[in-house]
């Protein structure tokens, strides 16, 4: 299947929204999306899979009396079921009910400028490059220690588009790409096997490191190995941005969404201008984040990316909007909005959720700590109770340190808490900035953090 | 449809010289809502049509996926999943072979006596507003709930060069209700899911005011309940948490592909893990339950396999590349979400067999421990470290169920615990969930209520 050109998006989203318009829409919108993904997988120690796929649809939102109803279809050669898909849109938005707080879409206005998110370099790999960078991934990893076995991985390129046009004029085109590759290892001693150990390089443009990937993901692995129980107390620990992702993805990030806010869910409610962290955390959501993840001109329903603050200097400054949050509180959308491709409406969600870095170096952290845990990954974070912020958790794997030194893994240990108290006993930040799905972050140093053992 | 596919496979072996070559084709229709507090966010329908060409080449996997069914477009991309293959075989170690499978030709129909593709959007928005209703109106410190609603039905097709053709029916329906209460600074957060391949009719049992109330009232007596001490304790779990440990704790461990991978039960087989009075099944025939279907996504049966025989490993759930390495016979596990997948081994409807104790009987011996009735979110690791998050648990105390305790979880190793296991109830339950592994699969887990004689509890007190 050929890529849909830029021209024909556009003239698709166009298409759909006069179509919904001559059909007795209030208003409509159109998005466009297409997503084309080749990738070389690695399973058990072998390259043995190649797939390429190739997803693109159009979604349609209606708006009748303030009621929306929405539609959406892959079947974009005929004209006939892309007139049933707007037929189904506004026949969903007569079924629906109305919505006092419905505002309208929103208006247009200029894109921002974004710098990094797509290389040409990128959409011309194939397969064979992709087998290369895998290899090399997986030879590191092998190289570094017989006890180590890649179980699974991945090196993959993505180019991803999206069009988007709605009754008020908004008319948008962006596109990005996206490489990554990643390894997960285990390492087996004697009656003994680490939990998975991960690592992995993204980025928008061809800038990777697949043997450092492989080394460091068989490094971690051989160094999760002899672990040990520790004891129940409350510790310094370190969180590098692997945990801190699982952590805050369901409950701070949650808390600054103003859909949460106004639907009584966040424990944030009302606390702006108010001390919600320590002095020296500042956090941005910043939609336009040079080389960012998230970083696009416009979101899932055409309004500018922006940048954010969120929490400067541990003080609470914004929440974050798409276009129906804000204009319910009468305010201007954060560009805020995302989507699911063509398969969902728009929700408040993050863009690059950035905690800016600190000046110490990760070394100086774990030297200035006597008694501590360096924990990497958590398990059943998504089990937080994402309104209070509490959490009760795995750290696996995590690394003991006493008197500024690594001395062992540690097994099983849970950690428990609240993420909002975590927040304010933040007192070192690394100078280690790395982006991780929807965070971009160092490591962040916690004082008395209960960690329960045997 | 069936010539179509056909083409498709020839091309992949007779111009490319495919080992092994399938096509699954879907079309499907889905209904979705989404519903916070009395709002309608949004009433949403879609079209999904595609196909995933999977072939083996020279050994190694390729696999395309397009969002048509278009003949000239299927020619392509399955020239492009054997190219692709080709270029993945460059350092291919051991060449993937399967298990044989029978040829198989059926067509498979769904016969709910509700059809919800024949129900209006409007009568689904009333179910889902009386959801709603239900919890906003339970007590006044539920501040908000959402309500999502999905329902999916339409027919999938798969075609293998081994004269397998197979159409199936597909109906899902699928709830999940969320609510909040608030008091003072207190949050509290609770769930539920419904989940049913039956049909509409599910609403019939699981009526709106009977699940709303559910998931309301577990909301606000949360509020109740007090930060408990982290530590070892005795626990009796309940069916919906046994259900939880019973998938992420031993199941993915029993995923042939992850055992592969190094989980801890690669050298347990036919080996004894678990105490005396543990049997785990993985069912893919509970008629009506969220993990059931006919075939799989290799055109293979599903069954009733047996994993865990009172306390020792019998079995594996396999697709037919694990079947082949383990020399195991076939189970049917391997499932793809929808076309833009691969089909990956995943669990059907797990349990764990009741025995004969009764509620009482299990609590009544605990002096001080925990009663842990529902789950919110489980993880398990290779190595057998499994975590379950817990929304709703209660104090024993001398034999009684006490105080409630909050947002608790509970933790260990998967193999010291299953030897911990020292009473099985004689109840049964079984819970519809979504398991995520990389892409989502439908699927029902549970048993009865059960005693562990210690397991570690993550508390902040």
Redesign the interface.
Known sequence: MVALKQEEMQRLAEKAVSLAERKGVDEAEAFVYQGLTTSVNIERGQINRSSRIIDRGLGVRAIVNKATGFSYTNVLESEAVIEETVIKALSSAKASKADKDWHGLPTKKAFSSVEGTYDNKIVELNSEDLVNIASTMLDAAEKTDRRVFPIEGEAAASYLCKAVANSNGVEGFDHGTIIECSLATIAKGEGEVTPACFEFNIERKYDMNPEWVGKEAARLAVSALKAKRTETKSIDVIFTQFALQQLLQYTLINAVKADYVQRNQSAFKGKIGEKVASDIVTVYDDGLFNGGLRTWKFDGEGTPQQKTPIIEKGILRNYIYDNYTAKKERKESTGNASRAGYLSTPNVEATNFRIMSGNKSKEDLIDGLKEGLLVYFLQGAHSSNPASGEFSVVATPAWKIENGEIVYATKGAMLAGNIFQVLTNVFGLANNERKIGQLVAPWFLVENVKVVGK | MKDVLRKTIDVAVQKFGAEYAEVRAQKLFKTML?L??E????????????AALRVLVNG?????????L?AE?LA??VS??C???K??S?????P?KLAEAKAVEDKVLMTPRKDPSKI???DK?NTA?TMSNTILGYDNRI??CTIDYLDLTGTTYFMNNEDTYIEQGKLYIWSRLLA?A?EA?????SREEIGSTAGYEIFDIETPEIVGERVAKRAVKQLKAK?QK???FPAVLGPNVVGVFVHEAFGHLAEA?LT?????LLDKLGKKIASDVVTFYDDGLVEGAFGSFEYDDEGVPTQKTLLVKNGVVVGLMHNRETAQKFSAKLTGNARAEDF?F?PIIRMRNTFMEPKDYSFEELVEDVKFGYYIKN????????????????QEAYEIVNGEVGAPI????I???TLETLLKVDAVGKDFELWPGRCGKGQTAFICDGGPHIRVKEV?????A
């Open positions: 989404t916070k507090e709002r309608v966010e949004a009433a949403k329908q879609g079209i999904e049509n595609g190694a996997w390729g696999f395309a996926s397009v969002g048509t278009n477009t392509n991309a492009d999943a190219k692709m293959a270029a993945a460059l350092r291919l170690k051991k993937i209006s959007i409007e928005i507003l501040k908000s909040t608030v600074s207190t949050f509290t957060f930060p982290g530590g070892t592909d592969l991978s190094g989980s801890v833009r691969e789950f919110r979110g489980g993880q398990a690791n290779l190595d057998g470290t499994f975590q379950v998050g817990i909050r947002n608790a979880s933790s260990g190793n570690l509890v993550g508390g902040s």
